[in-house]
Protein backbone atom coordinates (compact mmCIF):
# COMPACT_ATOMS: atom_id res chain seq x y z
CA UNK A 1 0.00 0.00 0.00
CA UNK A 2 1.50 3.41 -1.13
CA UNK A 3 -1.10 5.88 0.53
CA UNK A 4 1.20 8.97 0.21
CA UNK A 5 4.36 8.67 -1.58
CA UNK A 6 6.20 10.87 0.01
CA UNK A 7 9.46 9.39 -0.55
CA UNK A 8 9.65 10.34 -4.50
CA UNK A 9 11.54 13.44 -5.42
CA UNK A 10 9.91 16.85 -5.58
CA UNK A 11 9.27 17.87 -8.75
CA UNK A 12 11.19 20.74 -10.14
CA UNK A 13 8.79 23.90 -10.60
CA UNK A 14 7.65 23.90 -14.25
CA UNK A 15 7.61 27.02 -16.16
CA UNK A 16 4.21 28.74 -17.42
CA UNK A 17 5.41 28.01 -20.95
CA UNK A 18 6.19 24.65 -20.91
CA UNK A 19 3.97 22.43 -22.72
CA UNK A 20 2.31 20.80 -19.47
CA UNK A 21 2.29 24.22 -17.45
CA UNK A 22 1.45 22.28 -13.95
CA UNK A 23 2.74 23.70 -10.65
CA UNK A 24 4.85 21.08 -8.78
CA UNK A 25 2.43 21.89 -5.61
CA UNK A 26 -0.19 19.95 -8.18
CA UNK A 27 1.79 17.03 -9.38
CA UNK A 28 2.21 16.36 -5.83
CA UNK A 29 -0.81 16.42 -4.86
CA UNK A 30 -2.35 14.27 -7.36
CA UNK A 31 0.47 11.67 -6.01
CA UNK A 32 -0.41 12.54 -2.48
CA UNK A 33 -4.16 11.13 -3.26
CA UNK A 34 -2.82 7.84 -5.34
CA UNK A 35 -3.36 4.36 -3.82
CA UNK A 36 -1.75 1.84 -5.43
CA UNK A 37 -2.32 -1.60 -3.64
CA UNK A 38 -1.20 -5.21 -4.78
CA UNK A 39 -3.97 -7.85 -4.33
CA UNK A 40 -1.83 -10.74 -5.87
CA UNK A 41 1.29 -10.86 -7.02
CA UNK A 42 3.25 -13.95 -9.40
CA UNK A 43 6.54 -14.13 -10.21
CA UNK A 44 6.45 -16.21 -13.88
CA UNK A 45 9.32 -18.58 -15.63
CA UNK A 46 8.73 -19.22 -19.09
CA UNK A 47 10.12 -21.84 -21.76
CA UNK A 48 10.78 -20.03 -25.57
CA UNK A 49 6.91 -20.82 -26.25
CA UNK A 50 4.27 -19.37 -23.69
CA UNK A 51 0.78 -17.57 -23.82
CA UNK A 52 -0.66 -16.37 -20.90
CA UNK A 53 -4.41 -13.96 -20.14
CA UNK A 54 -5.65 -11.69 -17.73
CA UNK A 55 -9.61 -10.59 -17.09
CA UNK A 56 -10.11 -7.17 -17.06
CA UNK A 57 -10.68 -5.86 -13.12
CA UNK A 58 -12.65 -2.82 -12.82
CA UNK A 59 -11.00 -0.09 -10.57
CA UNK A 60 -7.41 -1.83 -10.47
CA UNK A 61 -4.14 -1.42 -12.45
CA UNK A 62 -1.76 -4.24 -13.60
CA UNK A 63 1.99 -3.91 -13.69
CA UNK A 64 4.61 -6.19 -15.80
CA UNK A 65 7.93 -6.16 -15.32
CA UNK A 66 10.26 -8.36 -17.94
CA UNK A 67 13.85 -9.19 -16.36
CA UNK A 68 14.46 -11.99 -19.09
CA UNK A 69 13.73 -12.55 -22.57
CA UNK A 70 11.41 -11.19 -24.70
CA UNK A 71 7.41 -11.46 -25.08
CA UNK A 72 4.66 -9.34 -27.03
CA UNK A 73 1.70 -7.81 -25.26
CA UNK A 74 -1.50 -7.87 -26.78
CA UNK A 75 -4.08 -5.24 -25.32
CA UNK A 76 -7.82 -5.83 -25.85
CA UNK A 77 -8.21 -3.57 -29.04
CA UNK A 78 -5.35 -5.94 -30.62
CA UNK A 79 -2.65 -3.58 -30.53
CA UNK A 80 0.24 -5.54 -30.13
CA UNK A 81 4.13 -4.20 -28.15
CA UNK A 82 6.93 -5.63 -28.37
CA UNK A 83 8.50 -6.05 -24.78
CA UNK A 84 12.40 -6.64 -24.49
CA UNK A 85 14.45 -7.34 -20.86
CA UNK A 86 13.83 -4.29 -19.09
CA UNK A 87 10.38 -3.40 -20.15
CA UNK A 88 7.46 -2.34 -17.77
CA UNK A 89 4.26 -1.92 -18.23
CA UNK A 90 1.72 -0.03 -16.37
CA UNK A 91 -2.39 -0.58 -17.44
CA UNK A 92 -4.28 1.37 -15.72
CA UNK A 93 -7.78 0.45 -16.57
CA UNK A 94 -7.19 -3.03 -15.54
CA UNK A 95 -8.25 -4.22 -19.10
CA UNK A 96 -8.25 -7.56 -20.71
CA UNK A 97 -4.71 -8.65 -22.65
CA UNK A 98 -2.36 -11.36 -22.91
CA UNK A 99 1.60 -11.79 -22.74
CA UNK A 100 2.63 -14.38 -25.80
CA UNK A 101 5.54 -15.39 -27.37
CA UNK A 102 4.37 -15.26 -30.53
CA UNK A 103 1.15 -13.90 -31.68
CA UNK A 104 0.07 -17.25 -32.87
CA UNK A 105 0.26 -19.05 -29.52
CA UNK A 106 -2.65 -20.02 -27.54
CA UNK A 107 -3.15 -18.83 -24.03
CA UNK A 108 -4.15 -20.13 -20.48
CA UNK A 109 -5.59 -17.33 -17.66
CA UNK A 110 -3.47 -16.27 -15.09
CA UNK A 111 -4.70 -17.86 -12.48
CA UNK A 112 -5.08 -21.34 -14.54
CA UNK A 113 -1.40 -21.59 -14.06
CA UNK A 114 0.00 -23.58 -10.93
CA UNK A 115 0.86 -21.43 -8.19
CA UNK A 116 3.40 -21.85 -5.13
CA UNK A 117 3.70 -19.47 -2.36
CA UNK A 118 6.81 -17.03 -2.10
CA UNK A 119 5.63 -14.55 0.60
CA UNK A 120 2.62 -12.62 1.58
CA UNK A 121 0.43 -12.26 -1.80
CA UNK A 122 3.41 -13.19 -3.65
CA UNK A 123 3.70 -16.60 -5.76
CA UNK A 124 5.84 -18.33 -8.41
CA UNK A 125 4.56 -20.09 -11.53
CA UNK A 126 7.01 -22.28 -13.44
CA UNK A 127 5.76 -23.51 -16.93
CA UNK A 128 9.71 -23.94 -18.20
CA UNK A 129 9.47 -27.49 -19.48
CA UNK A 130 11.74 -29.87 -17.90
CA UNK A 131 14.05 -30.33 -20.82
CA UNK A 132 15.18 -25.98 -20.66
CA UNK A 133 17.75 -25.95 -17.71
CA UNK A 134 16.71 -22.17 -17.69
CA UNK A 135 13.88 -20.47 -18.25
CA UNK A 136 13.59 -18.29 -21.26
CA UNK A 137 11.42 -15.03 -19.76
CA UNK A 138 11.19 -14.46 -16.61
CA UNK A 139 8.43 -11.82 -15.65
CA UNK A 140 6.66 -10.15 -12.82
CA UNK A 141 3.15 -9.54 -12.37
CA UNK A 142 1.24 -7.50 -10.23
CA UNK A 143 -2.59 -7.02 -10.13
CA UNK A 144 -3.37 -3.75 -7.54
CA UNK A 145 -6.34 -1.74 -6.72
CA UNK A 146 -5.76 1.87 -8.20
CA UNK A 147 -7.46 5.03 -6.66
CA UNK A 148 -6.53 8.48 -7.26
CA UNK A 149 -8.77 9.86 -4.52
CA UNK A 150 -10.49 12.96 -5.68
CA UNK A 151 -8.15 12.77 -8.97
CA UNK A 152 -10.08 9.39 -9.83
CA UNK A 153 -11.69 10.74 -13.23
CA UNK A 154 -8.20 11.40 -14.07
CA UNK A 155 -7.06 7.44 -14.41
CA UNK A 156 -10.39 7.22 -16.85
CA UNK A 157 -7.54 9.37 -19.17
CA UNK A 158 -4.69 7.43 -19.18
CA UNK A 159 -4.18 5.29 -22.22
CA UNK A 160 -4.89 1.75 -22.03
CA UNK A 161 -1.36 0.52 -22.08
CA UNK A 162 2.12 2.88 -20.42
CA UNK A 163 4.94 0.86 -21.68
CA UNK A 164 8.44 2.23 -20.67
CA UNK A 165 11.63 1.01 -20.50
CA UNK A 166 14.39 2.37 -17.75
CA UNK A 167 16.50 4.70 -19.88
CA UNK A 168 13.72 7.03 -21.24
CA UNK A 169 13.97 10.53 -20.03
CA UNK A 170 10.38 10.61 -18.94
CA UNK A 171 11.40 7.87 -15.92
CA UNK A 172 14.54 9.62 -14.71
CA UNK A 173 14.01 7.40 -11.65
CA UNK A 174 12.82 4.63 -13.08
CA UNK A 175 16.45 2.62 -13.54
CA UNK A 176 17.49 2.18 -10.28
CA UNK A 177 13.78 0.87 -9.19
CA UNK A 178 14.05 -1.91 -12.55
CA UNK A 179 17.25 -2.78 -11.42
CA UNK A 180 16.74 -3.52 -8.06
CA UNK A 181 13.82 -5.45 -9.44
CA UNK A 182 15.74 -7.65 -11.56
CA UNK A 183 18.10 -8.07 -9.17
CA UNK A 184 15.42 -9.47 -6.21
CA UNK A 185 13.60 -11.75 -9.23
CA UNK A 186 16.80 -13.47 -9.54
CA UNK A 187 18.46 -13.61 -6.74
CA UNK A 188 15.92 -15.31 -4.80
CA UNK A 189 17.07 -13.90 -1.46
CA UNK A 190 15.19 -13.98 2.05
CA UNK A 191 12.07 -11.88 1.90
CA UNK A 192 12.55 -11.25 -1.43
CA UNK A 193 8.64 -11.62 -2.62
CA UNK A 194 7.58 -9.06 -0.07
CA UNK A 195 10.77 -5.88 -1.79
CA UNK A 196 9.38 -7.09 -5.09
CA UNK A 197 5.85 -6.02 -4.50
CA UNK A 198 6.91 -2.70 -2.96
CA UNK A 199 9.02 -2.05 -5.62
CA UNK A 200 6.53 -2.71 -8.02
CA UNK A 201 4.39 0.24 -6.43
CA UNK A 202 6.89 2.50 -6.69
CA UNK A 203 8.09 1.93 -10.21
CA UNK A 204 4.06 2.10 -11.12
CA UNK A 205 3.93 5.80 -8.77
CA UNK A 206 6.78 6.94 -11.65
CA UNK A 207 5.64 6.13 -14.02
CA UNK A 208 2.13 7.96 -13.38
CA UNK A 209 3.86 10.68 -12.34
CA UNK A 210 6.16 10.43 -15.88
CA UNK A 211 2.84 10.53 -17.57
CA UNK A 212 1.30 13.77 -15.45
CA UNK A 213 4.63 15.22 -15.96
CA UNK A 214 5.03 14.75 -19.20
CA UNK A 215 1.40 16.55 -20.41
CA UNK A 216 -1.18 13.66 -19.87
CA UNK A 217 -0.81 12.83 -23.63
CA UNK A 218 -3.87 14.63 -25.63
CA UNK A 219 -6.19 13.59 -22.82
CA UNK A 220 -9.03 16.64 -22.05
CA UNK A 221 -11.37 17.32 -19.89
CA UNK A 222 -9.61 17.81 -16.27
CA UNK A 223 -6.30 17.26 -17.78
CA UNK A 224 -7.58 20.70 -19.94
CA UNK A 225 -8.37 22.14 -16.67
CA UNK A 226 -5.04 21.31 -15.13
CA UNK A 227 -3.40 22.60 -18.17
CA UNK A 228 -5.04 26.11 -17.01
CA UNK A 229 -2.88 27.69 -14.31
CA UNK A 230 -6.22 29.36 -13.49
CA UNK A 231 -8.39 26.81 -13.01
CA UNK A 232 -5.37 24.72 -11.62
CA UNK A 233 -5.56 26.73 -8.70
CA UNK A 234 -9.00 26.69 -7.75
CA UNK A 235 -8.91 23.06 -8.01
CA UNK A 236 -5.45 22.43 -6.09
CA UNK A 237 -7.45 24.52 -2.75
CA UNK A 238 -10.33 21.97 -3.52
CA UNK A 239 -8.23 19.03 -2.91
CA UNK A 240 -5.85 20.98 -0.18
CA UNK A 241 -9.31 21.94 1.68
CA UNK A 242 -12.04 18.96 0.81
CA UNK A 243 -14.19 19.37 4.26
CA UNK A 244 -14.36 23.38 3.04
CA UNK A 245 -17.56 24.95 2.16
CA UNK A 246 -16.78 26.45 -1.07
CA UNK A 247 -18.35 29.30 -2.70
CA UNK A 248 -18.25 30.07 -6.52
CA UNK A 249 -17.13 33.74 -5.42
CA UNK A 250 -14.49 32.22 -3.59
CA UNK A 251 -13.18 29.65 -6.63
CA UNK A 252 -13.31 32.54 -8.92
CA UNK A 253 -11.16 34.93 -6.55
CA UNK A 254 -8.16 31.90 -6.15
CA UNK A 255 -8.46 32.02 -9.91
CA UNK A 256 -8.06 36.07 -10.79
CA UNK A 257 -11.42 36.11 -12.83
CA UNK A 258 -14.65 37.21 -12.66
CA UNK A 259 -17.61 34.62 -10.69
CA UNK A 260 -19.10 33.99 -14.13
CA UNK A 261 -16.11 33.60 -16.31
CA UNK A 262 -14.68 31.14 -13.73
CA UNK A 263 -18.11 29.44 -13.42
CA UNK A 264 -18.53 28.95 -17.27
CA UNK A 265 -15.31 27.84 -18.27
CA UNK A 266 -15.17 25.38 -15.20
CA UNK A 267 -17.91 23.91 -16.35
CA UNK A 268 -16.91 23.98 -20.10
CA UNK A 269 -13.87 21.91 -19.43
CA UNK A 270 -14.73 19.98 -16.50
CA UNK A 271 -17.79 19.47 -17.24
CA UNK A 272 -19.44 20.07 -13.94
CA UNK A 273 -20.34 23.27 -12.24
CA UNK A 274 -17.67 23.82 -9.51
CA UNK A 275 -19.83 23.00 -6.86
CA UNK A 276 -20.82 19.90 -8.09
CA UNK A 277 -17.03 18.96 -8.90
CA UNK A 278 -16.41 20.20 -5.65
CA UNK A 279 -18.61 17.73 -3.70
CA UNK A 280 -17.98 14.61 -5.98
CA UNK A 281 -14.33 15.33 -4.65
CA UNK A 282 -15.03 15.19 -1.46
CA UNK A 283 -17.49 11.78 -1.67
CA UNK A 284 -14.60 10.79 -3.58
CA UNK A 285 -11.84 11.48 -0.75
CA UNK A 286 -14.25 10.32 2.04
CA UNK A 287 -14.81 6.82 0.15
CA UNK A 288 -11.42 6.49 0.55
CA UNK A 289 -10.91 7.34 3.86
CA UNK A 290 -13.60 4.93 5.04
CA UNK A 291 -12.84 1.89 2.47
CA UNK A 292 -9.12 1.84 2.53
CA UNK A 293 -7.98 3.37 5.70
CA UNK A 294 -10.69 2.31 7.51
CA UNK A 295 -11.87 5.32 9.34
CA UNK A 296 -15.49 5.35 10.94
CA UNK A 297 -18.06 7.10 9.60
CA UNK A 298 -18.92 9.55 12.45
CA UNK A 299 -14.83 10.75 12.12
CA UNK A 300 -15.24 11.49 8.52
CA UNK A 301 -18.50 13.15 8.90
CA UNK A 302 -16.40 15.69 11.32
CA UNK A 303 -13.82 15.63 9.43
CA UNK A 304 -15.62 16.84 6.25
CA UNK A 305 -17.60 19.45 8.00
CA UNK A 306 -20.87 17.93 8.19
CA UNK A 307 -23.11 18.88 11.22
CA UNK A 308 -23.99 14.89 11.78
CA UNK A 309 -23.45 11.77 10.47
CA UNK A 310 -26.76 11.57 9.33
CA UNK A 311 -26.09 14.39 7.21
CA UNK A 312 -22.99 13.30 5.98
CA UNK A 313 -24.57 9.81 4.72
CA UNK A 314 -27.61 11.26 3.40
CA UNK A 315 -24.90 13.56 1.23
CA UNK A 316 -22.83 10.57 0.19
CA UNK A 317 -26.02 8.67 -1.43
CA UNK A 318 -26.60 11.38 -2.48
CA UNK A 319 -23.60 11.65 -5.20
CA UNK A 320 -22.79 7.89 -4.79
CA UNK A 321 -26.18 5.93 -4.88
CA UNK A 322 -25.51 3.60 -2.19
CA UNK A 323 -24.93 4.78 2.05
CA UNK A 324 -21.28 5.25 3.48
CA UNK A 325 -21.65 2.12 5.46
CA UNK A 326 -21.67 -0.48 2.34
CA UNK A 327 -18.20 -0.13 1.96
CA UNK A 328 -17.65 -1.65 5.18
CA UNK A 329 -19.21 -4.55 3.76
Known amino acids: MMPNPIFLPETPTMKMNAPFALSSDLISELLMEMC ?3 VQYRRVQTGPEFGVSFHHRPRHAYF ?22 GSVVFMPQGEDHQLVSDVRHSCQHIDTLGAAPLGEAVSGINTCPSTHSTPSTVLFYGCMEFDLGGMQGLAKLMPEAMVATADEQRYPGLMPILSAMKAEICSGRIGFAGILARLAEVASAMIVRGWIESGCGSADGLVAALRDPRLARAILAIHRDPGREWSVAELAS ?8 FAERFKAIIGAPPLRYATEVRMRI ?8 KVSID ?6 GYASQAAFSRAFKRVNGYPPGALRR
Open 36 to 38: LRG
Open 64 to 85: HYLAVGTALLRTKDGTLYELNA
Open 254 to 261: LSHVSRSV
Open 286 to 293: AGQWIARD
Open 299 to 304: TVAHRL
